[in-house]
């Protein structure tokens, strides 16, 4: 043993004279393994530092080794300290030390390396990838506002934890969002107190099913991100790259205010997230409403940064302006389209009939020749390749009328048929459909348009090209390659005959007998649509109904159309409706327009009509002999009053009786 080191009287404890600490060294194997192996291997063990300050890998010979006595941390110069009976670890000695412990630089560990008499206290300080260092929220906060690009590149490789102040006596939380930035991996709050810090916190682990473990954006640890060591979180001004726009349109709410259903409600939207990023908006308040108030007032925002942006969404009382409900979640996490989101009280605790109606879109603008897009610059090429894309196809095959998706941001059309139809991909194709929103009644009808996609081109790039603020949506159908495309556009053009300028390309159709359950049903489909395309929807809409299941085809069912004759000098209820059938590719809009009086259309099954027309064919044969007989009973010198006594069962065999004989002179 080297002469500076000498034994202390504990027992396995040591004392280097040169540094004047004291540290542990380890028992025989017996002692120290307390654990079944078996045991062990089922956690992951971290072991607690002192926080070595912010030293980065540089190469040897830099030179930097030989201030290392001249160079001090910002906390202060005190040894790295462990728990006593751990394996080689060092405990700091009596005498005046930093709070926060000194910095360690692993080129030093290298020069010191080469020395005839190396230091154990500087092969045992050196950082390794289970040890953790645990510092306050005030000097997480100094080492966020003064190195930033350091601390980031810190956790890269060693875990940090951060803990609120000891001045926080009214258990108040940090504001976690600012340590994630930087990737300190812990960030510890009170859990007693339910604030805004631990809504952020439970809205990051809902988006991973609360399994305790959240990647860490690429940005932060991936070298293949092309931002990697040149993000800032704290910078105000990101000229170099265009942001994500979007659009977020607060509809209406439900039940908002439980307990109280006349108060005077208004919704907070906040974008959490880089200080760039960050944005606030207030709706106009619904006064003495809680239960269906109604905004419908639209906002838009641009986001950079969207792995670590939260929306957070709160219904306050304008009077009092106490927050009734609230819901915070992941950017990300907000799917496109109309959503109800259910909202929660202030323990965070789901509130079941409480929700707010949302419709959201996301738009990722990319210039020609302008700076590329934030989320190419944050995400990795690889990652974006694996985030999956949903979609809708219509009339892809299945039971419903359409059919979705997963989808990636490089798949082509070609590949989208491989998934829908593998085997007989060849026999179909993919065709955009854009429909144009008239919402003037001055403007003139307009058809849409349509295209068939390439077998190389990318369907998510299609999908961000439709703007409906620019007047028009779109749809992706799965077409048949032998499909006549000129039946549909004759159905179309008749469709524009009708149509007496400026209305909208949908239609309303309401449909009887649809099933025991549902006596009708309202759909709204586009003025080209035929009568299986209705007849499609309906079953659609009533699939879980019992009759619906037992015949799930559309083609054992037909459209009767029934219209009211208006006849003159009778109302319209005493007079017999018109019934028939419509043909299977017929235009319902088309038939539905030329209805002068009241009309409907009834769903039957094609058994039920061919023994309708089977009864009345039975019928008509029993009123033609009824007719017949009496045209024979009936003579010019027979008894009036034989027919008049007759019952009816008599006059319907009435033919068969021979003629009465003539009166003699």
């Not at 810090?197 to 070298?223: H, I, T, Y």
């Not at 659609?540 to 029934?562: G, H, Q, R, T, W």
């Not at 000098?569 to 002068?596: M, Y």
Request: charge should be positive; hydrophobic fraction near 35%; aromatic fraction near 6%.
């Amino acid at each position: 043993m080297p002469k500076r080191f000498k034994k202390a009287g504990i027992k396995g404890k040591m004392f280097d004279m040169e540094l004047g600490e004291e540290f542990y060294l380890p028992q025989n194997e017996k002692e120290s393994r307390q654990i079944a192996q078996e045991l062990s291997d089922l956690i992951i063990y971290c072991q607690a530092v002192k926080f070595p300050g912010l030293s980065t890998l540089s190469l040897p010979g830099s030179g930097r080794g030989k201030d290392r006595k001249s160079r001090k941390s910002i906390f202060g110069a005190a040894p790295v300290r462990g728990n006593p009976g751990e394996p080689v670890t060092l405990v700091r000695g009596p005498g005046k030390a930093g709070v926060e412990g000194v910095r360690v630089n692993l080129e030093e560990q290298a020069l010191c390396s080469s020395a005839p008499a190396p230091s154990l206290s500087a092969i045992i300080r050196t950082p390794k990838c289970y040890h953790i260092s645990s510092v306050n929220e005030n000097a997480a906060k100094r080492l966020c506002r003064r190195y930033s690009s350091k601390l980031i590149q810190h956790t890269a490789g060693q875990l940090l934890r951060t803990y609120p102040a000891a001045t926080r006596i009214d258990s108040s939380n940090p504001n976690p969002l600012t340590f994630w930035l930087h990737g300190i991996q812990l960030v510890a709050l009170n859990y007693q107190t339910d604030d805004l810090p631990m809504q952020l916190n439970s809205a990051l682990f809902e988006a991973n099913g609360r399994c305790g473990f959240v990647l860490k954006p690429p940005v932060l640890w991936d070298r293949s991100c092309p931002l990697y060591q040149q993000f800032s979180p704290l910078d105000r001004e990101l000229e170099h790259m265009t942001p994500t726009q979007y659009t977020l349109t607060v509809v209406s709410g439900q039940n908002v205010c439980p307990g109280n259903s006349i108060g005077s409600t208004c919704v907070e939207v906040d974008v959490l997230g880089l200080p760039v990023d960050t944005c606030h908006f207030r709706t106009k308040p619904i006064h003495r409403n809680t239960l269906n108030p109604m905004w419908n007032e639209h906002f838009s925002f641009h986001v950079h940064f969207e792995d670590m942006a939260f929306l957070r969404l709160a219904v306050v009382e304008n009077n009092s302006s106490q927050i009734t409900a609230q819901r915070i979640l992941p950017l990300k996490a907000l799917k496109p389209g109309y959503r109800h989101l259910q909202l929660r009280n202030q323990h965070n605790e789901p509130l079941e009939v409480s929700s707010l109606f949302l419709f959201s879109r996301r738009t990722e603008e990319s210039p020609v020749g302008g700076p590329r897009p934030a989320a190419v610059l944050y995400s990795s090429e690889e990652r974006r390749a694996a985030i999956p894309h949903k979609m809708t196809v219509h009339g892809a095959p299945g039971p419903e009328p359409f059919a979705v998706v997963d989808i990636s941001e490089h798949t082509t059309a070609k590949q989208l048929l491989d998934m829908l139809v593998p085997d007989t991909s060849a026999d179909y194709f993919l065709m955009e459909e854009r429909m144009p929103l008239s919402k003037e009644k001055s403007d003139t009808k307009k058809i849409p348009q349509q295209r068939s996609l390439p077998p190389d081109e990318r369907v998510l790039k299609t999908l961000y090209s439709w703007q409906p603020e620019e007047g028009y949506v779109g749809r992706i159908y799965l077409k048949i390659r032998e499909e006549n495309p000129n039946e549909r556009k004759t159905v179309m053009e008749g469709a524009e005959e009708v149509n007496s300028g400026g209305e909208e390309d949908m239609f309303f159709v309401q449909v009887h007998d649809v099933s025991p359950e549902q006596p009708h049903t309202v759909i709204k489909a586009p003025r080209y649509s035929t009568a299986q395309d209705i007849i499609q929807q309906t079953l659609s809409k009533a699939k879980y109904s019992l009759s619906i299941l037992s015949n799930p085809s559309p083609s054992d069912y037909v459209l009767l159309e029934e219209v009211s004759r208006e006849v003159a000098g009778k109302k319209a209820s005493s007079a017999k409706p018109s019934q028939r059938v419509l043909l299977d590719h017929e235009c319902v809009f088309q038939a539905q327009s030329k209805w002068k009086g009241t009309g409907k259309f009834i769903l039957k099954l094609k058994e039920q009509i061919a023994r309708e027309d089977k009864r009345k064919g039975v019928s008509f044969a029993s009123e033609l002999r009824k007719l017949t007989g009496r045209s024979r009973s009936v003579t010019v010198n027979g008894p009036p009053v034989l027919e008049a006594t007759q019952s009816k069962d008599e006059r319907g065999v009435w033919p068969a009786t021979p003629p009465l004989p003539e009166a003699s002179d």
